[in-house]
T-cell receptor, first 109, second 113 residues
Framework: GIQVEQSPPDLILQEGANSTLRCNFS?????LQWFHQNPWGQLINLFY???GTKQNGRLSATTVATERYSLLYISSSQTTDSGVYFC???????????FGPGTSLSVIP | EAQVTQNPRYLITVTGKKLTVTCSQN?????MSWYRQDPGLGLRQIYY???????DKGDVPEGYKVSRKEKRNFPLILESPSPNQTSLYFC????????????FGPGTRLTVT
């Protein structure tokens, strides 16, 4: 099956700093999403991005499907950005969903 | 409000006592799914359903059953829970029809003693 890797596994940032999180996947995929799990455990959609670039406020994401990776950019980080960031992929639509292991982000004041 | 709801949110039970975790969505989504989240193992898919009466196994289906009799509901059944099913469980739904964003419920923390 598809393998999904995320890097770095852990990240500590000073408030206001920028960061880039990476998701690599071992096979072509039809669907890719980024999620944020906040410290209370809630999973929140960030981006549905099987290819191309999207932006939402301080967050943006880019997926290069041909090279099998996706990047999540967080700019001007805030303490509320803390939590775990997951990417999840599906090889074909309505198929099994495979999550990456996540990147744990701590933003300190 | 568009949402995925799960009940109960927290449950402590004993080995072997059958239980059901309910999941409901009010968005008319076609696709629904169950995941478990464990420290060090991440999120793993248990079962998913592409539509009413259509279900399929995810990566960790052993010890679980599901049914999809109505579009809005997708209960997770543990016929004989064991301590290794202690976990945080999430239900999710996705619109389908060429829209593939998943929306997650708040989670159910299950402890089996």
């Amino acid at each position: 099956g598809i393998q999904v890797e995320q890097s770095p596994p852990d990240l500590i940032l000073q408030e206001g700093a920028n960061s880039t999180l990476r998701c690599n996947f071992s096979d072509s995929v039809n669907n890719l999403q980024w999620f944020h799990q906040n410290p209370w455990g809630q999973l929140i959609n960030l981006f549905y991005i099987p290819s191309g670039t999207k932006q939402n406020g301080r967050l943006s994401a880019t997926t290069v499907a041909t090279e099998r990776y996706s990047l999540l950019y967080i700019s001007s980080s805030q303490t509320t950005d803390s939590g775990v960031y997951f990417c999840a992929v599906e090889k074909t639509s309505y198929d099994k969903v495979i999550f990456g292991p996540g990147t744990s982000l701590s933003v300190i004041p | 409000e568009a949402q995925v709801t799960q009940n109960p949110r927290y449950l402590i039970t004993v080995t072997g006592k059958k239980l059901t975790v309910t999941c409901s969505q009010n968005m008319n989504h076609e696709y629904m799914s169950w995941y478990r989240q464990d420290p060090g193992l991440g999120l793993r898919q248990i079962y998913y359903s592409m539509n009413v009466e259509v279900t399929d196994k995810g990566d960790v289906p052993e010890g679980y059953k599901v049914s999809r009799k109505e579009k809005r509901n997708f209960p997770l059944i543990l016929e004989s829970p064991s301590p290794n099913q202690t976990s945080l469980y999430f239900c999710a739904s996705m619109p389908g029809q060429d829209t593939y964003e998943q929306y997650f419920g708040p989670g159910t923390r299950l402890t089996v003693t």
